[in-house]
């Protein structure tokens, strides 16, 4: 078999470019997945920074 024949015998289709038209749905587990990974990406210091004024405001306003 030549290189040419091996070349077409081949189904390339399975790495080519996905078709940009079609959309996989995403369960409840991959919105959970990717709220993770936006927690870890930029906004979890937001949210460290958030919960951290919260509680200095929060001990401030108990203090008498």
């Given at each position: 078999?030549?290189?040419?024949?091996?070349?077409?015998?081949f189904d390339?289709?399975?790495?080519?470019?996905?078709?940009?038209?079609?959309?996989?749905?995403?369960?409840?587990?991959?919105?959970?997945?990717?709220?993770?990974?936006?927690?870890?990406s930029i906004?979890?210091?937001?949210?460290?920074?958030?919960?951290?004024?919260g509680s200095?405001?929060?001990?401030?306003?108990?203090?008498?």
């Amino acid at each position: 078999m030549t290189e040419e024949e091996k070349q077409e015998s081949f189904d390339w289709s399975h790495y080519g470019d996905q078709d940009s038209g079609t959309h996989t749905p995403l369960d409840a587990t991959d919105y959970v997945a990717l709220f993770i990974a936006s927690l870890q990406s930029i906004f979890l210091p937001l949210v460290i920074l958030a919960i951290v004024l919260g509680s200095i405001g929060f001990l401030f306003a108990l203090m008498p």
